[in-house]
């Protein structure tokens, strides 16, 4: 019986603690150097509205003798999604709405993959903004909610400076 009890509450324990960790383990940030400058970023997977996984990953870029870039890219599952890189990406923020000009490189043809310049909008947003993305895809559109813990690491993000 005592066996059955320490089994009992080690399946419990072992329970929440997957539980805690998949329900907090939201976005990883990680900071990139090369000899062309140095990278800060936050990667996310988020669902969409009709239950599709995205990869979101918002990031910072210092290329060497250039002004600072903050990029927020998306990549979806590749058959499942186009994304149409005619059309800007739309952020909704509390009521209003903005809009991310597509940056995606045209020598790179993946249609899932999409990017776009987030600095201009970030000067029109307070940091306890509800963020939901627009996504253009060829076929209608594709929402995603930004969770508030994933918002703040975008303004971590976004405010970070490289030691130089």
Request: net charge negative.
């Amino acid at each position: 019986m005592e066996n059955w009890a320490w089994l009992w509450k080690s399946c419990v324990l072992a329970i929440l603690i997957w539980t805690i960790g998949t329900n907090f383990a939201i976005a990883s940030v990680h900071t990139y150097s090369d000899a062309n400058g140095v990278l800060f970023r936050s990667l996310s997977k988020l669902q969409d509205d009709c239950d599709r996984a995205w990869q979101v990953v918002f990031y910072k870029k210092f290329p060497l003798g250039q002004p600072d870039l903050i990029h927020l890219r998306v990549i979806g599952f590749p058959g499942l999604v186009t994304l149409n890189h005619q059309q800007p990406l739309e952020i909704e923020a509390n009521r209003s709405l903005f809009h991310a000009e597509d940056v995606t490189s045209k020598e790179f043809p993946v249609a899932q993959v999409g990017e776009y310049d987030f600095k201009p909008v970030l000067t029109q947003l307070d940091t306890d903004t509800k963020l939901t993305l627009v996504l253009p895809l060829t076929s209608g559109i594709a929402r995603l909610k930004i969770p508030p813990e994933t918002a703040l690491e975008w303004w971590r993000v976004a405010s970070w400076q490289p030691d130089r």
